[in-house]
């Protein structure tokens, strides 16, 4: 149970974010969340839980934001003891057709994002000696895929970040993981289904059987509730010793 700790998950008004927030509401953890568009449904769903939930705008792009929301986390909640750095965009272009801006978003968002909080939240885990920071990476933290560079680049970064991060707090009781998706069906592959059904012309369901085929080997998409329970396992006491990991739950993906 984690009754009596606060996690702060960014990016949590969606997808996978909002899955961990419930999984880890659902062990008695009071959640701070974060992200752009329709809050109050989310914030809604995660209250029904039945703990403490508070809410941050933070830009993760902006470390000024940043800092300002784990502020915020510490003098409502007196500290954050799980940060689960989830927000991420994605952009799909070869790389010499890849706008700056959006290279610059991508770094930003899905990697110097998780940077920013953890430098934040550190101190506070490390004085009370108890913390979790777990990265939400990618299958692409581990592979290539093509027109995908700042994804990819993004991803294999923060699967640097988290080792070192574990190291560097390994003789404490703070841990650091990654965990490396497969194909989860959220509104960020959404739209890359919607550009595959567009680009052949076939129905969603096809562009989905087809997007599955290409690259898992189980032919299903991972679900933010299986997601979650990785996320509760790694902030139990059974997760004491695991320190720098990248896991991946992506159908096989990356065995081929
Ligand atoms: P999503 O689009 O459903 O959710 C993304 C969340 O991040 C939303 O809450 C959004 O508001 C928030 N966000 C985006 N930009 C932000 C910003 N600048 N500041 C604050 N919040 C911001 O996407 P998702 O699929 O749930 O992705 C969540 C994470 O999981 C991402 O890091 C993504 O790379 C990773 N991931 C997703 C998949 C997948 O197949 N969906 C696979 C592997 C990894």
């Known amino acids: 149970m984690l009754t009596n700790k606060t996690a702060l998950v960014t990016g949590s008004t969606s997808g996978i974010g909002l899955g961990m927030a419930k999984a880890l509401a ?13 809050k109050d449904g989310p914030i809604a769903e995660v209250a029904a839980l039945g703990v403490k939930v508070g809410f941050h705008g933070a830009d993760m792009s902006k470390p000024g934001e940043i800092e300002a929301m784990v502020r915020y986390a510490e003098t409502t909640f007196g500290g954050v003891d799980i940060l689960v750095n989830n927000a991420g965009i994605q952009h799909v272009a070869r790389i010499e057709n890849f706008p700056t801006e959006r290279w610059d978003a991508v770094i930003a968002i899905n990697l110097s994002s998780a940077f920013h909080a953890s430098r934040m939240v550190i101190p506070g885990m490390r004085a009370r000696n108890w913390g979790r920071i777990i990265n939400i990476a990618s299958v692409h933290g581990l592979v290539g895929s093509a ?16 080792k070192v991060c574990a190291l560097e707090n390994a003789t404490s009781g703070v841990t650091c993981n990654a965990i490396c998706p497969g194909w989860v069906l959220t509104p960020l592959v959404q739209k890359q289904v919607d550009a595959k059904a567009a680009a052949l012309g076939v129905s969603n369901d096809e562009a989905k059987r087809l997007l599955l085929a290409e690259k898992e080997p189980s032919l299903q998409f991972t679900t933010p509730e299986e997601l979650g329970a990785l996320a509760v396992f790694l902030c139990s006491s059974a997760a004491d010793n695991v320190r720098g990991v990248a896991w991946n739950m992506d159908g096989g993906w990356a065995a081929q």
């Open 26 to 38: 659902a062990q008695g953890a009071n959640i701070v969340m974060n992200g752009f568009g329709d």
């Open 147 to 162: 027109e995908k560079s700042a994804y990819v680049a993004a991803k294999h970064g923060i699967v640097g970040l988290t």
